[in-house]
Nanobody
Framework: QVQLVESGGGLVQPGGSLRLSCAASGFTFSSYAMSWYRQAPGKERELVAVIRNNGGITTFADSVKGRFTISRDNAKNTVYLQMNSLKPEDTAVYYC?????????WGQGTQVTVSS
């Protein structure tokens, strides 16, 4: 059974940091590109960051470049999103995604709220 379980969300003040984790099971994690998406209330889900299966190439949305970092530990079947200098507009539900060919898996999401 495929599972992606996000954790690490919460309430943080503007300028603060959070580290999201996504623990994967039920598929060959090291063969999959992993991504983080987010969806704010009333908005479409958007891609935040992607990391290739070997961790060698990463991509970020313009809105988070220089503030967010994506990484993975294939030995732990876990992908991370380090979020620094958080802004109120980063408030959203953050989703973990694993993709390889036609296989496309999603986590249940974790809420991140940036507010003073």
């Amino acid at each position: 059974q495929v599972q992606l379980v996000e954790s690490g969300g919460g309430l943080v003040q503007p300028g603060g940091s959070l580290r999201l984790s996504c623990a994967a099971s039920g598929f060959t994690f090291s063969s999959y590109a992993m991504s983080w998406y987010r969806q704010a209330p009333g908005k479409e889900r958007e891609l935040v960051a992607v990391i290739r299966n070997n961790g060698g190439i990463t991509t970020f949305a313009d809105s988070v470049k220089g503030r967010f970092t994506i990484s993975r530990d294939n030995a732990k079947n876990t992908v991370y999103l380090q979020m620094n200098s958080l802004k109120p507009e980063d408030t959203a539900v953050y989703y973990c995604n694993g993709r390889r060919g036609s296989a496309n898996y999603w986590g249940q999401g974790t809420q991140v709220t940036v507010s003073s």
